[in-house]
């Protein structure tokens, strides 16, 4: 309560109001992220009381997870990495003349699973910190072997292609400074390669820049895409929401306890939850091809993933992503000292926090759903327009992140090869996965290594991995399962 | 009217400046080799406000992120900028100890010009507060018990926490783990879970945590006492005869600029060292200011590089310079 007194005065609110805009927007664009505009914001924030910036700073960094679907949907360019697995689903929505569903249901995910992150964060922000640090790293090798699982379901038609290209993502996930030897890898004596490839860029070269590429082929593609005429038709029918309604629980669960642990991130939750969401489902072989749970789920745990992030940076003063340390980063330079103390002391600040991100949420709602109809209009504009718009906005999305000519020669790399995987019909997913689980993943098993000083028992003898660890495996016998099974149909027909 | 007052304004913030025969006319950009909310990145930021509120700079001061290979890309970024008389860098000691490791690291801080030192970064040695080490001594006993079954978090094994760890297990002959996470909390994360038995942490970020009774300090990577930690004991009070290695921060500019261009840049950080609000904020995050000229700051160059030099190579790391 004492929390709402602080969040509903109306500079606070208005703060509020700024940093969900500004989020939104930034959210949009590809490009520039909330770590960098929040950096840049700080030395406005001096003006201002610490509550009120700090209400301002967190609407950006909610904002830009709602935000950032849209052009994944629209247009297949991801605006941030969490937003990639929104594209799955989302685009082939769109391109079916459904986009106004998808955004609407992005819009309701984001706002169901943005409360309960933030119902997490003020139910059970201490006791979740501590079950947190339990999770070191046998545990997060496991789960982003989980993760790296779910390649066996995002597979297309092939299993062996899209482990290939599982594989190719593996490598360039491992091309950069190597953290344990300080050695470079794979970099062929290029500096900008030092740092590695940035994901962003592989994803956007080859979901927008290869399906841009794809559809110039044909000789008929000069025709706009279907939009349906009537607001009715632009938002989600109750149907979709009915569909929905697990995608919107399990993201939101998925995305807040990967939110919790320092050493995940959005990114991963919302695959996941696309995941987990397709193996439980009624319909797998129509994800992918435009099902609506397959927005709902990684947009839901998107922004769940906010509220759980915010557990640790607030009550233990550790930051897990670059958004929470420039967060953090700002505290300091207002004069606090986060840490386990930090919500006991300034009871004020947190819970006026808390309340404004319910605040916020609804605001983010109430802002984004008449923004559905008027985005769906973009696809109405004719391809010979569409496209090169894409391809502008995504060499501007890459080169106002880095500032380097080489990511937009990368990019243009990319968008061939992502071009080239659809020729020979391989399916891009598992590329995007390896490449964003594959870091993670091989620290995590070299940092347990060194622990158990070699021995891999490490891995199974604690509880929380060994049974990651098994649902990794019972995963990866889908498959077999599967074919199993249709081969026994086919011997009892005969 | 409006446009007269601005015009005045900005007179009178041009004003203090004029003498040295360069002034900045458009804003300046700082270059850091940390994404936003790194070390270098949030030194940046504070500096940058500092500058702003003392008056220090008649233009605007951005701040750039050039990440990538451990300074190696913000390095080669300067470089680039050869004569570019309104760009400066934060620089840090891996910008001294890279090029000795990696050979894409073709840029050294001796290839830049050297402007500042501002800042000396001491560490204290942390562990669990229900460890059942209670002093230095103890814990590295322990580890020469069990040789390498204690664990430490850090960083990469050319950061200051690691070579802390190097000059530790040279003195005593102890052998522990070094773990490397990416990212500091991670760090601390791995420590407070009791996943490691030991970390090399900055003062003001194990402050919070020994107040909330989570962590205990055995020692301080430093020559003399920090004030906030009076009966934590130093290295060498500790029983170990090791020279701490300090983590250094300070600034350069490209090379081949002009030399009223070094001696105005020069001059801004003195005053900006001197200023209560660079004061304040050195006392706050428990640094120690350690401001040197530019010819003093090239002299440490070469003293810093062989030291390190020597102690990574002890370690076993491969060097390439």
């Not at chain 2, 005045?8 to 360069?22: D, K, N, S």
Request: charged residues 15%; hydrophobic residues 50%; positive net charge.
């Amino acid at each position: 309560m004492q929390g709402f007194a602080v969040a509903l005065q109306p500079m606070n609110l208005l703060w509020c109001f700024l940093g969900v805009v500004l989020g939104t927007v930034i959210g949009v664009m590809p490009g520039l992220g909330p770590p960098a505009t929040i950096a840049m914001l700080l030395p406005l924030t001096f003006l201002m009381n610490p509550a009120s910036a700090m209400i301002m700073l967190a609407g950006i960094y909610y904002g830009a997870k709602y935000g950032g679907s849209t052009t994944s949907i629209l247009l297949n360019v991801p605006g941030e990495s969490a937003s990639v697995a929104t594209c799955f689903d989302g685009y082939q929505m769109a391109r079916k003349g459904r986009a106004g569903a998808a955004l609407g249901i992005a819009a309701i995910a984001s706002f169901i699973a943005g409360t309960v992150g933030v119902l997490g964060l003020m139910l059970i922000a201490p006791p979740l910190a501590k079950m947190a640090l339990a999770f070191s790293s046998p545990e997060y090798f496991a789960l982003m072997a989980l993760g790296l699982a779910m390649v066996v379901l995002l597979a297309g038609r092939s299993m062996v292609k899209a482990l290939l290209a599982m594989l190719v993502g593996l490598w360039l996930a491992g091309i950069g400074t190597d953290l344990f030897s300080q050695t470079s890898r794979f970099t062929f004596g290029q500096m900008e390669l030092l740092s590695g490839v940035d994901f962003v860029v592989v994803a956007i070269g080859v979901f927008a820049i290869g399906e841009v590429l794809t559809n110039m082929e044909g000789r008929e593609a000069a025709k706009a895409l279907p939009v349906p005429k009537g607001i009715r038709n632009l938002l989600p029918t109750l149907q979709d929401l009915k569909d929905s309604r697990f995608a919107f629980a399990n993201g939101s669960l998925v995305g807040f306890l990967i939110g919790v642990l320092p050493g995940a991130g959005s990114t991963i939750a919302s695959f996941i939850s696309y995941g987990l969401e397709k193996a439980v489902s009624r319909r797998p072989e129509q994800f992918g091809q435009g099902v609506v749970e397959g927005v709902a789920a990684p947009e839901a745990a998107n922004n769940s993933e906010t509220g759980g992030a915010l557990v640790p940076m607030l009550t233990l003063g550790i930051p897990g992503s670059s958004t929470t340390a420039v967060l953090l980063a700002a505290l300091v330079l207002w004069g606090f000292k986060p840490g386990p103390l930090f919500i006991p002391e300034n009871p004020a600040l947190f819970w006026g926090l808390v309340a404004s991100m319910y605040i916020g949420n609804v605001m983010l709602l109430v802002l984004n759903m008449p923004l559905v109809p008027l985005f769906a209009q973009v696809l109405r504009t004719p391809t010979y327009i569409l496209y090169p718009l894409i391809l502008g906005i995504s060499v501007i999305g890459v080169y106002s992140t880095s500032g380097s000519l080489f990511d937009v020669w990368l990019l243009a790399g990319f968008g061939l090869l992502g071009y080239l995987m659809r020729k020979l019909d391989y399916p891009s997913a598992p590329l995007i996965l390896g490449l964003v689980l594959g870091g993670a993943l091989e620290r995590a098993l070299r940092q347990s290594l060194m622990m158990s000083d070699g021995s891999l028992s490490i891995l199974v003898s604690r509880p929380v991995s060994a049974v990651m660890l098994s649902l990794t495996l019972l995963i990866l016998l889908i498959p077999l399962f599967n074919k199993f099974n249709a081969w026994r149909l086919k011997a009892l027909d005969n | 009217m409006k446009r007269v007052a601005l015009a005045v304004l900005g007179l009178a913030v041009a004003l203090p400046a004029m003498p040295q025969g360069f002034t900045p006319t458009r804003p300046v950009e700082v270059v850091v080799h940390t994404g936003p909310g790194g070390g270098s990145d949030v030194l940046a930021r504070a500096m940058v406000l500092i500058m702003e509120k003392e008056k220090l700079l008649p233009v605007r001061a951005q701040v750039a992120n050039k990440p990538g290979g451990g300074g190696v890309v913000a390095a080669a970024y300067l470089a680039e900028k050869k004569g570019e008389t309104h760009t400066i860098g934060i620089f840090t000691g891996v910008w001294l100890t890279n090029p000795l490791t990696s050979n894409e690291a073709k840029v050294s801080l001796k290839d830049l010009t050297p402007i500042a030192r501002l800042l000396l970064e001491p560490a204290v040695i942390a562990v669990k507060a229900d460890a059942p080490y209670k002093t230095l001594g103890d814990f590295v006993s322990a580890a020469k018990q069990k040789p390498g079954e204690l664990k430490q978090s850090g960083g990469s094994i050319t950061s200051r926490d690691n070579v802390v760890r190097q000059q530790l297990q040279k003195v005593s002959g102890a052998r522990w783990q070094f773990i490397s996470f990416p990212g500091g909390g991670e760090r601390i994360a791995a420590l407070l879970g009791g996943h490691v038995n030991m970390m090399v942490i900055e003062p003001n970020e194990a402050g919070e945590h020994i107040r909330a009774g989570n962590m205990r300090l055995l020692a301080q990577v430093n020559d003399k006492r920090l004030a906030a930690y009076a009966n934590v004991p130093t290295l060498k009070e500790a029983g170990f005869d090791v020279t701490p290695v300090p983590q250094v921060r300070g600034v350069v500019a490209p090379p081949g600029i002009p030399r009223e261009n070094v001696a105005y840049w020069e001059g801004v950080f003195k005053k900006m060292s001197q200023t209560e609000s660079w004061k304040k904020y050195v006392a706050d995050n428990q640094f120690e200011d350690a401001y040197q000229n530019a010819a003093d700051l090239a002299r440490f160059y070469d003293d810093f590089t062989g030291q390190m030099r020597g102690i990574l190579q002890e370690a076993g790391v491969k060097t390439v310079r």
